[in-house]
């Protein structure tokens, strides 16, 4: 991601294109910078495109997994997710993020973009010392990939909240977490603020997280946690013993379907990640597709093993959670760790799920799990999978582990620690001022008849009986 | 778009990659030009599968805004106008809007793509002459990136026809809308014709309309209407006091579904338009994002004043809304003038909506409003907010406003009075042929049975009591 | 595809960049040719990740088709295809379509990837032997564009099974497929084994299959028509006087989406299959394009012609079989054989799922005569069609036909023979050892109850009374 001051960015912001062979990279002429510094541009745009795309995904998934009297509603909050999300983070989000006028805890200047170079690409002059790739990207490229991380990150607080929660708290919410809380988390570690500047064990072993399973996933994981607390279970979730029962999804077809579009948008998540068009990308891709049918098989055999079923979502939210895993290690991991990451992500999603049931939190999706737990085991994993050494720029694929150390390790905790605590208490703050000034939960009767009725006026959906 | 004789073209067509700094041209080796004209055909290429994605957007927001028993035939619409399209647009439509014999009116000769180089990249020996960016696609690239967009001109007319239309009568339209009505069209602005010949205020004024808010959207929101009013509405939209009622649409999901598809689809359509891979088309991108976020945004506050709720399917034709508004500006608005321009068509749509379904226009999914009023919106948008000047190349994005000046303003006002006359003239006459002939309209008892029976012989759905 | 020795490859291996004029080659400097490596291996990786969304388009054609009590079994099986897809291949499979290590009948080495290089692109120097382009890829660029093929050859089998086929069967017959019976087949063909080492009439008439007609689509609807015979049919689809019975599929909304989002796959699956980004991408795409408009077309004719009524699933099913039929020959018809192609696929279709359903096979969705039935058209086609020749190179565009004369045509015949026998022979057995083990097929009573509650544990769909 932009700007990476740490080791997974510093390193894997300069291209193998010039790192595998350093003779090649004078050989370059000004001409060839161009072409891949617009080739740069163009990928990590489609990246980001794809990304963009995930937004159906998360859409699909929460209305598969919930009922369809509240369908209309997850709809909504999902378009005004990236509505809200762009304009937020155009007007200040971004700025708070990467503006370069600020100090260790946010950013500054930006606002609204302006001073940013939108159309003209780094200046190719830049090859000469040696930076021209990594600053590689307009303006407008870097905010279009940043901004929607940022809807993402945001969206996955929805799927927690479904069914109970009111329209308008909802949209503040999305707002508070796009311009503010993400962007605060960013600035922290992409954008080159506090870790940069006080968490650094030594270039070696700074934080690193490719592309966002502590930054982006646990972030949303903690917000999503915050919500489905602050509002309390659905009515009916459970019964007078205090047991959880089953609210079962209406739609396994969305569910399965937005879970291959996510998939799919993962494809850009990770590899776009690398900020350039270099040979890092597919590999980047590779890690990424192994980690996700890892989890999506090892969460077939845990649902199995603990109900005697595959349950068709839990598979779902399998291939998701081994997604979210390998997000921090697809850049530095070789495929054996990225297989293993996925798998222990696989089974940590359904445990994870049984768990915050029992523990009388309603997520109706999962998402607490998939995004949060999962974000921290992605994190941890740089600690005991990540290949980074001396040698790698030259990316050794030899062997199972290489192990980030102690240190590693022990940075990696430590924000896990942070990014949990800032989110926790920023978004618990925001969500009690909601509840005491707008109110954050709909009415009993308001529930009973579904949101899309009491807060939008119509049902999603109508079947006519000719049919 | 291709052979952009115009303003809109003439300078976008020049590559920022020479633009930006005329001595690195000097410096390309004929290597790089070769690499970067392939790049230029695989960006647009690639942009046109965006596109061709639309159809399944289009089909999905149709279908999710009108009734069940309709599905089907919805569907097979869909399907049948990339079918006909295709084969239609290979046949004649590409030589009407771009052959090379023809006149002022229309094109000649690349019958069948005959004569077109369909696999050779253009000679790098073009770079010499400086047109090697601009005349850089292969006839298969061109082709497949143009025909895209008649699918889609065509298409939009679908949704106002919705329910009542025959089958047949709608394949007949859909082979004349791809064959001639769309093609001239696009002759007389994109192919050279009409406009670069005649109404052409100087190099600075000439019509501007980067990716076709009015040859596209425009074209197919007029035919929209002309088809609505032919057709006259569904039985039961308007009571026996003449007011209208509402027809829910069946499922929300498909539609929301369907505008993320097709905002999807978007970054294709514009950013595509710039024909070229280069710096212009991440801002082209970032435009459209912010529009669209700022018309959905707009269209929910809207919405809300008037009826008291957040409708979400208005929200979501007031994403598209933004998203057509910007189509004509994209690539010559700073991010202010799109937001703007964004904005204005989020509320517009509501307002047309209202306005066309009063005055006993029956539009099942509002693409007259979406489609044609935010056409002519973003059309005009050019004479309040464009920024090319001498300083273009430079894209100066300092201010709000530059204006494209009172003559801009006349010019693309005259071209909305010609698209506007044109497409009423000819798919009326079309229209009033087919109701003469083969019939336009279904019979009321098979338009009660809904189209799915008693046009395709089989129910869209069939839900089992087991289930 | 990778490693192509027969001609479909050797020929388009070599990149048009460099054809068109030998002289460039030369004047490419190093640079150059390592900017133009990383677009080829973005190019492929890009196609990759659309073919990988096929198998959601495969997911929604095979639920739309059949019965909602069986929805979330057919959403099961599907994610399950890619997961254990890519473990499969992962493990074993790449190894044997691919690795170095074998003889003419299957691979060896690089189990699990070992010793493939994944990170780094290849040498540039290659560019003086002239084969930097089309050994350019790199192995993790490789496997991620051949793992996604290998999905989709399983999935192909999924919908002709549908509806009785115990899970645990399935997944053991997707294991089966991926690992050991497609990668064969690719060892014979694109792997350099058999074709390359027995079969070969001369450089100019040794099998040509550009993307799989034969290799990917004729190997997964034989294996289909296996299964489907295996099974039985549905409870219900013959009567007492073993005449077939319609049994409608539950949701034509997904069918045609589905549709759509596998015609966009396509335009990964054939043009990817050019292994380089160069001109002739986009032709292929073209060809493509025009296959499936008239395969559509064809098919909306021919079964009004036969029931009287434009069934959308069946042109849906016209569509797909132009888009089978078409790849083999993609790269190596002009658009008049492409349009011809697609017609006559269109046609088949229709009379293949007719007459397979007389034959007393119960095949659900039509999968043996999309894939199969037109996978064996698509792969004699070349022999009519094809421009191979020495011009290839130019690819000359006048006239229609070319052909491939009697030699090319007899080839491509014997390897349909080769891929039904040798898929038919080994599907067989592991359907009868399945069969005699795990049993193959569920028992009467859960087939009644639909296998979503009696397989996993829980019905697809919940509509509430409230909606």
Chains 1, 2, 3 share one sequence.
Request: charged letters at 10%; a negative charge; one cysteine or more.
């Amino acid at each position: 991601m932009k700007r990476k001051l740490f080791t997974g960015m510093g390193i894997a912001g300069v291209s193998l294109v010039l790192a595998a062979s350093p003779a090649w990279a004078q050989g370059n002429t000004e001409a060839s910078a161009i072409v891949q510094t617009v080739m740069d541009n163009l990928w990590v745009f489609i990246a980001g495109i794809l990304v963009f795309f995930m937004q159906a995904g998360f859409a699909l998934v929460e209305a598969g997994l919930t009922r369809s009297k509240n369908v209309a509603n997850i709809m909504a909050k999902n378009i005004a997710d990236m509505c809200i999300g762009v304009l937020a983070f155009f007007a200040v989000g971004y700025a708070f993020a990467y503006g370069s006028g600020g100090g260790w805890f946010i950013g500054g200047n930006s606002w609204f973009l302006s001073g940013e170079s939108l159309f003209a690409l780094p200046d190719p002059e830049l090859l000469e010392t040696g930076e021209w790739v990594s600053g590689g990207l307009s303006g407008a490229t870097d905010f279009f990939f940043q901004v929607v991380f940022a809807a993402t990150a945001v969206t996955i607080a929805s799927g927690a909240m479904a069914g109970r929660t009111k329209f308008s708290a909802y949209l503040l919410f999305s707002a508070l977490m796009t311009a503010f809380i993400y962007p605060v988390v960013v600035h922290w570690t992409w954008g080159g603020g506090l870790i940069a500047e006080f968490i650094n064990w030594g270039d070696a072993d700074s934080y690193s997280d490719f592309a966002g399973s502590g930054i982006v996933h646990l972030t949303g994981g903690v917000a999503a946690l915050m919500g489905a607390i602050a509002l309390g279970p659905r009515i009916g979730k459970y019964g007078s013993d205090g047991k959880p029962r089953a609210i079962p999804g209406h739609n396994i077809v969305f569910t399965v379907i937005g879970v291959f579009i996510l998939w799919l948008g993962w494809f850009g998540f990770n590899p776009g990640s690398e900020l350039a068009a270099d040979g890092v990308v597919m590999s980047v891709a590779l890690n990424t597709l192994i980690a996700a049918a890892a989890g999506g098989a090892v969460s077939a055999v845990v649902v199995v093993m603990k109900t005697g079923k595959p349950d068709v979502g839990m598979v779902g939210n399998g291939v998701l959670g081994g997604l979210v895993g390998i997000t921090a290690g697809c850049g530095a991991f070789n495929t054996f760790g990225s297989l293993l990451t996925g798998a222990v992500a696989g089974a940590l999603v359904v445990y994870s799920v049984l768990f915050i049931e029992k523990k009388g939190i309603d997520d109706p999706v999962g998402a607490v799990s998939v995004h949060g737990t999962c974000g921290i085991w992605g994190v941890l994993a740089i600690g005991l999978f990540s290949r980074y050494d001396d040698a790698f720029l030259g990316r050794d694929d030899a062997g199972l582990f290489y192990g980030g150390g102690l240190d590693q390790l022990s940075v990696q905790a430590v924000m896990v620690v942070i990014i949990v605590a800032w989110t926790a208490i920023t978004a618990g703050i925001a969500f009690q001022i909601i509840k005491k000034t707008t109110g954050l939960r709909v009415s009993p009767e308001e529930e009973a008849a579904g949101l899309d009725i009491s807060e939008h006026g119509a049902a999603g959906y109508h079947l006519e009986t000719t049919n």
